[in-house]
């Protein structure tokens, strides 16, 4: 039996999830002062008090570690976004939709923080940045290669993601309900009337 269908069969048991989850810290604590390229399989299991046996029953080695850490962050982020059904045409909806975004970096502080640091070919960003624009209407699709305005869902995206690693590394201090209302008025009050002015000015011009 393959470690991918071993892991499927346990992935559900509590001791398998404390393993992994010590694994995964030990990792996170490594990170902070390690290249991934520079850390074994023995320093990460003794650091997380696992044998090296265990370790290759869930991971063929570090790097394949990685890519299901990134894999599982995305699921999360999949799961979440896709129960999602809001407006994206009022402050309100906006708000609930980045709030929720919020809420699972903040249950996942670890794991999002890894993200932001070890992600360095921004593999699972462009992963994440194709799921939101999904739900958030990509204005790249409404106006054409000769109209600034094409812009306005990247200008925000970016935005948001720039925001959002600020507040983690600041500690997180601002509830999510308000930065998500930040985000919202961000994205309704700014983004969103510089389209519509470009959509007039469009109009006019023709």
């Known amino acids: 039996m ?11 048991d509590r001791r398998v999830k404390r393993t992994t ?18 850390i074994t399989v023995t320093e990460l299991t003794t650091l997380a008090d696992v ?3 265990t370790f290759y029953f869930y991971y063929n080695d570090i790097h394949d570690m990685l890519r299901q850490i990134q894999n599982e ?27 929720k975004v919020l809420i699972v970096c903040k249950e996942n502080e670890s ?11 921004n593999h699972l960003y462009q992963q994440l940045r194709y799921l939101m624009l999904k739900s958030i209407p990509d204005t790249r699709t409404v106006f054409d290669e000769t109209n600034p305005a094409r812009y306005s869902t990247s200008f925000v995206l970016t935005a948001v993601t720039g ?21 919202a008025n961000l994205y ?19």
Request: proline fraction near 1%.
């Open 188 to 206: 309704i009050n700014g983004a969103t009337k510089t389209k519509d002015l470009y959509i007039n000015h469009q109009s006019i011009k023709k």
């Open 2 to 12: 393959s470690n991918e269908n071993k892991r499927r069969l346990n992935h559900t």
């Open 51 to 53: 044998n090296r046996a």
């Open 21 to 38: 989850k010590a694994l995964k810290d030990a990792l996170f604590e490594l990170l902070e002062t390690k290249n991934i390229n520079q």
């Open 111 to 121: 794991l999002c923080r890894f993200i932001i640091n070890h992600d360095a070919d």
């Open 163 to 183: 925001v959002l690693i600020d507040w983690m590394n600041d500690g997180m201090q601002i509830p999510t309900e308000e930065l998500a209302l930040f985000f």
């Open 73 to 99: 962050a995305y699921q999360t982020f999949e799961k979440t976004l896709g129960e999602s059904k809001v407006s994206f045409t009022t402050v309100e909806g906006f708000a609930e939709y980045a709030n």
